[in-house]
Every structure is written in structure tokens, then in C-alpha cells.
């Protein structure tokens, strides 16, 4: 049997009594180490667990998934994902190849970040697509994910935008070499994030003037509500509710962050929940 078992926001009990006790009698244990990190550690992991772990990187998963499944025909074979096993489409594809080899699969699911920013009062179904906000370089900087945050405000609907996260990055010069060799982990925080985006709207609305076709009404300003989060599920989670261009200024310290942008037409209840981070901001 081939497991995907979700861990929960990070900490090591944040695991259900389901997914422990079968970790509990795994022959081999992977913990997946690239979409998302634990505040814990492995280490943490593994005392709690009272079983060694096999770090999964992206490399591993995506190019040896073989490896990870050989032997779950016959044996229990552990893979853990950080939040909930369906939070990446990685987890889907080990699936569907654990199915090709005839091996049976179980999946036991834990909190992720998709249901817990319900923390910050805005209520779950007032929220549309998820986007993700990549890192930006000199010479690409995507903005596609822009016109989803139009359309669910257009559609009165929140926005969850997860911010990117870089382990175990090849660095372009080692591409060429035999060796590779890997940039420094990065986290973007709600600053970088929010730079960003008033980059994008500053570009936009420069497009406007120029007569390209206007979505003005439902786009962004520098003015606009946003919310960002920190270690969302943590003992130092921390929230705070203010407009584009103050968050830039923003330092909600250490990973990982997210990005709330709010409809503009919240509910009362939203609205006076949403106050407090406000409050606690000033």
C-alpha cells in the first residue's frame, strides 16, 4: 500500500492519530521537502514519529518517482506532505503512477493553508481561484496571475495567493556542469509579494492611459485592502489587514507567508473581524 499522509500546518502533533499510526508501521517513510517546509525540522519529525525519514526533493519526486513507490505492491510505503496530500499537483501524479503499477493507494488528510486562512474572518466560500505569485528575475517577470485576481474580484470573490518558495534550486551555471549545484532556500514574504503586485498595477494602469481596454473598476490601486498572514496554524502566527502599498512595508518575519486580496464588498461579519489585524497594526 502506497500512503500520502498529510501533516497538518507544521508542527510534529499537528499529524491526525490516523496518519501516525501508520507511519508507525511503514517499511520506508519519504517526507516530501519542496512545496511547502515545516517550522519543526526533521529532526522534530522524526523524534515524535520515532522513525527515520527520507527527504523527497523535487528532483526525487518528479524524476524518480519509481524509486519512492518500488516495493509498494507488497510493503506500506509512507509519503508526507507538509498541509494536505491534494495541495500540489505533484502528490495527483504519484497517484495516477502508483495506479499504472497496480499498486493501492490511501490518502489521509490533514489541515492546509486553503482552509485554515479562514482565520482572518473572511469566510471560505466568498473566495475564488487560488493564484500563485512567483519570483520575479531581470529578465522574466509573469504577471498572467494578475487577470485571476480581476476576475474574482469581478465575481465578488476573495483571493488566496501563495507566495513562492525556492529549495534545492539548481543555479543556471551548474545546468551545464555535471555537478550540481543549488542557490540558497528563498521564502517570499508579503513585502516581496505586495512590491510586486504594485509593479504590475503601476504597469497596467500606465497601459490604460494608452487606450488599451480598461478593467478599472474591479483592478487594483495602491489603496486597496489586503491581508497577510504568517505562519498561519503556529504558535507566532501573526495578521495583518492594511492597503497594497503599506504592506510593502510590511516584515511579518520568518516563512512561510500568504496573501489575502479581499472582494470589495465584504460582509459586516468580515468586516469587523477583519478590523482587530487592522487594530493590531497601528
Known amino acids: 500500500m502506497f500512503y500520502i499522509i498529510g501533516l497538518g500546518l507544521g508542527d510534529p502533533d499537528d499529524i491526525t492519530v490516523k496518519g501516525l499510526n501508520i507511519i508507525k508501521q511503514c517499511e520506508r517513510i519519504y517526507l516530501e521537502s519542496y512545496t511547502s517546509i515545516l517550522s519543526c525540522g526533521q529532526e522534530k519529525l522524526e523524534e515524535y514519529y520515532g522513525r527515520k525519514l527520507i527527504l523527497a526533493d523535487r528532483e526525487m ?21 507538509v498541509g494536505d496530500p491534494f495541495g500540489a499537483t505533484t502528490h495527483t501524479d504519484l497517484m495516477l503512477r502508483a495506479k499504472e503499477k497496480g499498486i493501492h ?20 466560500y466568498h473566495f475564488g481561484e487560488t493564484i500563485s505569485i512567483p519570483y520575479w528575475d531581470d529578465s522574466w517577470k509573469p504577471d498572467s496571475f494578475y487577470d ?53 498595477v503601476a504597469n497596467r494602469q500606465a497601459g490604460e492611459a494608452d487606450g488599451i481596454e480598461s478593467q478599472k473598476e474591479h483592478s487594483l490601486n ?61
Open 61 to 81: 519526486v518528479e524524476q524518480r518517482a519509481d524509486e519512492i513507490l518500488d516495493g509498494a505492491d507488497t510493503q506500506s510505503i509512507a509519503f508526507l506532505v
Open 105 to 124: 493507494t490511501s490518502i489521509v488528510h490533514n489541515a492546509s493553508i486553503m482552509n485554515a486562512i479562514g482565520c482572518c474572518g473572511l469566510q471560505l
Open 222 to 282: 495602491e489603496n486597496s485592502l489586503i491581508v497577510g498572514l504568517a505562519r498561519v496554524g503556529h504558535e507566532t502566527q501573526q495578521i495583518v489587514a492594511c492597503s497594497l502599498i503599506e504592506m510593502k512595508d510590511k516584515d511579518l518575519g520568518p516563512p512561510l507567508h500568504s496573501l489575502i486580496i479581499p472582494n470589495g464588498n465584504l460582509h459586516p461579519l468580515e468586516k469587523e473581524f477583519l478590523q482587530q489585524f487592522a487594530e493590531l497594526d497601528q
Open 148 to 200: 485571476k485576481i480581476v476576475a474574482n474580484l469581478k465575481h465578488g470573490l476573495h483571493t488566496l495567493c501563495l507566495l513562492d518558495i525556492k529549495v534545492k534550486e539548481p543555479t543556471l551555471e551548474s545546468l551545464m556542469k555535471k555537478k550540481r549545484e543549488y542557490m540558497p532556500p528563498r521564502f517570499m514574504s508579503v513585502s516581496e509579494a505586495a512590491g510586486q503586485l504594485l509593479e504590475i
